[in-house]
């Protein structure tokens, strides 16, 4: 809790638009999602899912970290659906999954994964 604190305190510093707050978050994400995934607090995921759309916010499409960020919100969303029933969280999970898709390689096993990761998302949905 501590070294989210902290990294909390750098991303103050590091407001949108400054040239490491994408970096920020990345270091800042990781914590928050392991936090998550260790005691279940809705909260947590719920930071999980705003510093995704932060993060996505603050760099461009094809930048280093983007594709990553794009996977690791679409995945905070399909989380929080399962835990809380959203249905639009799970609708913005299968748009991401498309733009995800999108910037996958055609053929690789990524691709073939974010295709499955998709398919079990409409399966949720209908």
Known sequence: DELISLHRAILDLRLQGHHDHSESIGKLLPLVR?????????ADLDECISLGHSA???????????????????TDLHSWFQQQ??????????????????????????????????????????
């Open 56 to 74: 996505l916010a603050s760099c461009e499409p094809g930048s280093p970290g983007h594709a990553t960020y794009l996977h690791n919100l679409v």
């Open 34 to 42: 392991k936090k998550s995934q260790r005691h279940g607090m809705a």
């Open 85 to 126: 029933g959203a249905v639009p969280d799970l609708d913005e999970a299968v748009i991401l999954y498309q733009e995800v898709l999108e910037a996958c390689p055609s053929g690789s096993l990524a691709c073939a994964s974010h295709l499955h990761d998709l398919a079990q998302c409409l399966l949720e949905r209908f």
